[in-house]
């Protein structure tokens, strides 16, 4: 569990009177540190910021028997691949990029908090039986190309909905030629389209990758079992998909979606068509995503390069190391240095601006254009401004990009001058998949358990504005929903980000009651094309959307919410179904979801539907309100039916699908299956 989720999932699993967690179980502090000045600077900031909560969570995990991965100790997905992650093994993990470890052949599955909860507190974890994608890779990887290149190229066919409800196998002659951290970032960005979890097969890379990082026996005993870890000669797929590597050139994805796919050949073009600005402003490599050592080391080739003649980066350029022995390694190696040297800016080992932790200092409001080597890119998600043009890249083309200080540079055929006013071109990067002398550890973050921490107290403040302890929601009282009002239709894109904000939010993850003022103000108000702007059907007035969910919740009223294509697309964070509950929703309509948001809805006692008719969509208005009858006869495979009353008094009824079973009915009966644990 990374440090933003954990808090709300260790509140919760506390409610379970547990004296230690059934399961292997860690917590890391990856995500509350922000980056603002330098790595040793704001590592500082976040230790004093966040006393309280790092406090909670590592008290908590030394009483419940859980590693406790200190702040500094790098990103959770990092950490697992160096430590935990082998080939054969399932887990669960609280962020939707958990499948990272599916490069080490690992089925690795994002999840929210409340089905971490169930896996700790030893009940069955349950996931709908998924569909499969072949990819099969064949030719091999050179020149600009890279592993991030292929999950690039297939996030512009599948699209971001593409994956969902399916595991996406790679396979093939060209699997051999990544690195297994290459493949790790292959299947971290599998979430970009939607998918349960990536895997790759066994193979040789991963031997070595295992080797060098001191799990020689684990090599050795997957080696022994080879033939049960890659797929079946002959199987079957529900879709073929098929790249060649040899073909392969570096794409450009964005910008406000990854799905949005640019080969490098044509993307300058298209940047002068669609009128993007042309400057870039900032390049950023790093993240969950890209932050090996080889992604390291090929970037620094380049910023080598452009330090032989005698120029450094225009753009401002920053590099964040996915790991203490990542950074601990590339300084060993001068990789740093290198960095340093072109101009660019070392950040603490931790998510920082991937997920929106950046107090960017060169502009704050703006058309502008960046370019990363993240895994998302939605509107405002890196710095708050919905005018940032966010693309993303592999580190070698960011890199590119940001010594030229261009989006529309092609490094394949554009030359930059040195400072003796010669042209250069750069040379394709080159670089170890694995450092020559070994990983260097760098400094101990590590928090072991005690034998027995059943003597250590977890303190929650009452006074806190970050922490708050959990009351369980009130148990459906088996009425249907009469005439209750429409909080907000929402039109287009809404993700995690837009129902629940990260960025300056992330420090109420921990407080229900102030996290809930985020509540759905990134959504886009269909009646009017504004975010958080939405009418009040009480006092006639147009308010903000968690303002207008606290007054009906206030008055007792309860409301549902409309939604679009794939609602709940993105991070796996369970405050965007946790804070509906607590304001009162008690039902999200939509024409499609995101997989783990769905679910997460689920856990809370919300029912997710979705439009039998998808066209129904546009026959409501959010001025409408609705009923939603026969609720004790909702069974599985049964729909539901829905009736809208018109603001003229007429009425007519929709048809609504879900995916409820047996069990997770009794979730919705019981409030929420928190409830339903504790009352067994």
């Known amino acids: 569990m990374q440090d933003a989720t954990a808090q709300m999932a260790v509140l919760q699993f506390m409610t379970a009177k547990m004296l230690k967690t059934a399961v292997p179980s860690t917590i890391h502090c990856d995500h509350l540190i922000e980056a603002k000045v330098g790595a040793k600077e704001d590592l500082e900031t976040a230790v004093s910021t966040n006393k309280e909560v790092y406090e909670f969570l590592s008290t908590a995990a030394a009483k419940y028997g859980m590693g406790f991965w200190r702040p500094g100790s790098g990103i959770i997905h990092q950490i697992v691949l160096e430590n935990y992650a082998f080939p054969g093994g399932l887990m669960i993990g609280t962020d939707s990029h958990t499948p990272n470890a599916g490069g080490l052949g690992m089925v690795a599955i994002g999840v929210g908090g409340a089905d971490a909860v169930d896996v700790m507190a030893n009940l069955p974890w349950e996931l709908k039986a998924p569909k499969y994608i072949g990819v099969e890779l064949t030719g091999r990887l050179s020149g600009w190309a890279s592993p991030k290149d292929i999950i690039l190229k297939l996030a512009g066919i599948l699209t971001v909905k593409g994956g969902t409800g399916a595991i996406i196998e790679y396979f093939g002659s060209g699997v051999d030629s990544i690195s297994c951290t290459g493949m790790g970032t292959i299947c971290n960005m599998g979430a970009e389209v939607g998918a349960t979890t990536s895997v790759f097969p066994f193979n040789q890379r991963m031997v070595e990758y295992l080797n060098s990082t001191k799990r020689e026996e684990i090599a050795k005993e997957a080696q022994r079992y080879s033939h049960l870890l890659s797929a079946d000669p002959g199987c079957e797929y529900d879709q073929h998909i098929h790249i060649n590597l040899s073909e392969l050139e570096p794409h450009i994805n964005g910008p406000f979606t990854p799905d949005l796919s640019h080969p490098l050949s044509k993307f300058s073009e298209i940047v002068r068509k669609e009128g993007w600005p042309s400057e870039l402003k900032v390049g950023l490599i ?17 910023c080598q390069q452009a330090l032989d003649h005698g120029i450094v980066s225009k753009s401002i350029f920053t590099i964040t190391p996915g790991s203490e022995q ?20 070392v950040l603490a080992n931790a998510c920082g601006p991937c997920i929106g932790q950046w107090n960017r200092q060169d502009m704050k409001s703006g058309r502008n254009s960046i370019i990363t080597s993240f895994n998302r890119n939605f509107t405002s998600r890196n710095d708050g401004n919905p005018e940032t043009h966010s693309f993303v890249a592999s580190p070698e083309i960011v890199t590119a990009f940001s010594i030229a200080g261009r989006l529309d540079f ?9 400072k003796d006013g010669r042209k250069f071109k750069l040379l394709p990067p080159s670089g170890d998949s694995l450092p020559k002398r070994g990983f260097d550890s760098g400094l101990d973050t590590f928090q072991r358990p005690p034998q027995d921490g059943s003597s250590v107290s ?42 629940s904000m990260a960025g300056p939010w992330l420090k109420y993850r921990g407080h229900l009651d102030n996290i809930s003022n985020n509540f759905l103000i990134g959504g886009i108000n269909s009646e009017n094309g504004k975010a958080n702007h939405i009418y009040n059907h009480l006092t006639k007035d147009f308010g903000k959307v968690p303002d207008v969910a606290r007054y009906y919740k206030k008055n007792g009223i309860n409301w549902i919410v409309i939604g679009d294509e794939n609602y709940g697309e993105g991070s796996s964070r ?8 607590y304001l009162g929703g008690v039902a999200v309509i939509t024409k499609s979801f995101a997989r783990i948001h769905e679910t997460n809805l689920k856990k809370q006692g919300i029912l997710p539907l979705t439009f039998a008719n998808p066209a129904d969509y546009e026959k409501i208005s959010p001025r409408d309100f609705v009923s939603i009858t026969n609720l004790a006869q909702l069974a599985p495979n049964k729909q539901i039916t829905m009736l809208v009353h018109k603001e003229d008094g007429t009425q007519f009824s929709v048809q609504l699908n879900h995916t409820f079973n047996e069990n997770q009915i009794i979730w919705f009966k019981s409030g929420s299956a928190l409830n339903a644990m504790n009352s067994k």
């Open 286 to 302: 790093g993240s969950c995503t890209n932050s090996s050592y080889e992604d390291m080391s090929r970037s620094a080739s380049l």
């Open 326 to 345: 990542v950074r601990a390694t590339i300084e060993r190696d001068g990789l740093i240095d290198i960095f340093e040297r072109v101009g660019g800016k």
């Open 410 to 418: 092609n490094p394949l055929v554009d030359e930059l001058v040195g």
């Open 458 to 499: 977890v303190k929650i403040d009452k006074n806190s504005d970050r922490l708050q302890e959990l009351a369980p929601f009130n148990v459906w009282n088996g009425r249907d929903y009469e005439r209750i009002p429409i909080l907000i239709k929402v039109k287009g894109k809404c993700t995690t980000d837009h129902i």
């Open 574 to 581: 369970e405050h965007a179904a946790l804070e509906p509950r």
